[in-house]
């Protein structure tokens, strides 16, 4: 059975920091692109930051709102995936989603977490 569960949410003051994690199960960790996403009320869900397998190299890409600020990484001994969060701004009041995503002799397999919250507020 596949899961990602992530934590490491929860309410934090502006400037704060925060690091969620995302263990993965049931599927091949290391051969998948991991992205977190995140959605605000109200609004659609937006890439956050993405790392590639390392098999390609670990590249990262960021959406221009946490460039210099968050920093994805892997630990494929661990299935898991983090995003550490720094100088968090109340406009980063989301819910955070993990997903693992990779194409199989041209089959997308695609894997979604349940979410978890994070509320930058003073």
């Known amino acids: 059975q596949v899961q990602l569960v992530e934590s490491g949410g929860g309410l934090v003051q502006p400037g704060g920091s925060l690091r969620l994690s995302c263990v993965a199960s049931g599927f091949t960790f290391r051969d998948y692109r991991m992205t977190w996403y995140r959605q605000a009320p109200g609004k659609e869900r937006e890439l956050v930051a993405a790392i590639s397998t390392n098999t390609i190299g670990g590249r990262t890409n960021y959406a221009d709102s946490v460039r210099g600020r968050f920093s994805i990484s892997r630990d494929d001994s661990k299935n898991t995936v983090y995003l550490q969060m720094n100088g968090l701004k109340p406009e980063d009041t989301a819910v955070y989603y993990c997903?693992?995503?990779?194409?199989?002799?041209?089959?997308?397999?695609?894997?979604w977490g349940q979410g978890t919250q994070v509320t930058v507020s003073s």
């Open positions: 997903n693992g995503a990779a194409i199989f002799t041209g089959n997308l397999r695609d894997y």
